[in-house]
């Protein structure tokens, strides 16, 4: 093996879509002397997650981590424009400052509330409304079934693209260097992952490694010898417009998993399928919007019965599949210098300066300095011992 065929860094982040790309901006802002490549086989992210997700950012949680992941994730994206500058030009997001609304039967009212105490108690604002109030703020909703909303009104969305490319190219600017390759395999030597090999034959040594390959990581872990119960889900997101103009709407949320927002003139938003096969398919069918979507939102919004479908596209979602949250941390038991930080199962957009941050503290401190997210580690797997939500996911 010649010289050129091998290179050596302090970090091999595996992944360079929005989890990664965060990774190696904290890693960089933090300890700007450190050496860390990014591999990642698509710089046009075609088949990446974040770009087909829909970019809700929503405090509406119960596990503290993931209410503190979106409070300060969602400071940052509100930010993100001009902390993110790089080389005189900003990074926007487009963030819409829209809300979030979860809404629920009553019998699920007083499990409604003790989450929104929950929210509460770590400073989010967020309003109860009953049937009434729900069609006072939102006069074409149909409450007639519901006991109660949650408004979280300083939730919203922003431009998944944009907020990938803004921490790739700070990354790089603080010198990150984005690697286009494939991981195909690992060395391991004693108690430690001592090199990643890639598609080109390219054998990367590193001080430390990082698996942020998304709906590719159980993947990936496979080749380090870890077992990790993250799969990828297929799950649709269509726009779809009303034939008559009605008000804007919040990321509209229930318990049968439909969730949509306001986009443009219309709306974008799906209805997730928790018992879609897992596997990496990106076939679109479109019968799903006709026989599934269309007949949900038209219940909740009776003028959406004449809504017209314009685009569906599939994406994946990551999931984790013992309890729904992201397993994040260092694989202690195994490989100790093999970090995880993937399985965010449909919310690690919105986690991503969160997660980038915490596993940049575990690094470089050997803990975490703000928020403590030993609870999303990887021992709750090993005990299989979920660790999940309790509200709507
Ligand atoms: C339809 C849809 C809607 C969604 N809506 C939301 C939302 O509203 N809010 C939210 O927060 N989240 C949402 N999500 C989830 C969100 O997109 C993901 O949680 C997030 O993108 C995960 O980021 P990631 O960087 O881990 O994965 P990705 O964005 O998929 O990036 C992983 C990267 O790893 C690379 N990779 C794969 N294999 C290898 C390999 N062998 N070697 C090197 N690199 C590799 C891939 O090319 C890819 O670029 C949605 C997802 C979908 C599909």
């Given at each position: 093996m010649t010289q050129k065929d091998v290179q050596k860094y302090d970090v091999a982040i595996i992944g360079g879509g929005v989890i990664g790309s965060s990774v190696a901006y904290y890693l960089l802002q933090a300890s700007p002397g450190t050496s860390v490549c990014v591999i990642e086989?698509?710089?046009?992210?075609?088949?990446?997650s974040a770009l087909r997700s829909s970019g809700g950012c929503r405090?509406?949680?119960?596990?503290p981590e993931n209410i503190e992941m979106s409070l300060y994730s969602i400071e940052r994206i509100k930010n993100f424009e001009h902390e993110m500058t790089s080389k005189g030009r900003p990074a926007p997001?487009?963030?819409?400052?829209g809300g979030y609304l979860f809404v629920v039967e009553p019998e699920h009212v007083a499990a409604l509330e003790r989450n929104v105490r929950k929210q509460q108690a770590h400073g989010c604002v967020v309003e109860l409304l009953d049937p009434a109030g729900l069609k006072d703020r939102?006069?074409?909703?149909?409450?007639?079934?519901?006991g109660m909303g949650a408004l979280t009104p300083h939730d919203g969305w922003c431009d998944p693209n944009g907020l990938l490319w803004g921490y790739r190219r700070k990354a790089i600017e603080l010198g990150a260097v984005y690697i286009r390759d494939r991981f195909v395999d690992a060395e391991i030597e004693g108690p430690k992952a001592k090199a990643i090999i890639l598609e080109s034959g390219l054998r990367i040594e590193a001080e430390s490694f990082v698996n942020?390959?998304?709906?590719w990581s159980g993947l990936v872990a496979e080749r380090f010898g870890m077992s990790l119960p993250i799969v990828p889900m297929r799950r649709f997101e269509h726009y779809f417009t009303p034939a008559t103009p009605m008000e804007r709407l919040p990321y509209v949320k229930d318990l049968s998993r439909l969730a949509f927002r306001s986009e443009g003139e219309g709306f974008s938003g799906g209805l997730v399928n928790g018992n879609e096969p897992r596997g990496f398919n990106f076939d679109v069918d479109h019968s799903y919007w006709d026989e599934v979507v269309w007949p949900a939102v038209a219940h909740r919004f009776?003028?959406?019965?004449?809504a017209k479908c314009h685009r569906t596209w599939s994406g994946l979602y990551e999931v984790n599949?013992?309890?729904?949250n992201a397993v994040i941390g260092r694989w202690n038991s195994g490989l100790p210098n093999l970090y995880t930080v993937a399985g965010?199962?449909?919310?690690g957009m919105m986690h991503a300066p969160a997660a980038g941050r915490g596993i940049a503290e575990l690094m470089l401190k050997?803990?975490?300095?703000?928020?403590?997210?030993?609870?999303?580690?990887y021992e709750r797997v090993e005990a299989n011992e979920p660790y999940a939500e309790e509200g709507i996911l």
């Open positions: 086989p698509d710089p046009t992210y075609e088949f990446a405090v509406q949680f119960t596990c997001v487009d963030w819409v400052e939102f006069p074409s909703i149909n409450s007639d079934d519901l942020a390959a998304g709906a009776p003028t959406l019965e004449a599949e013992l309890d729904g965010f199962s449909g919310h050997g803990s975490y300095q703000t928020i403590d997210l030993t609870r999303f580690g």
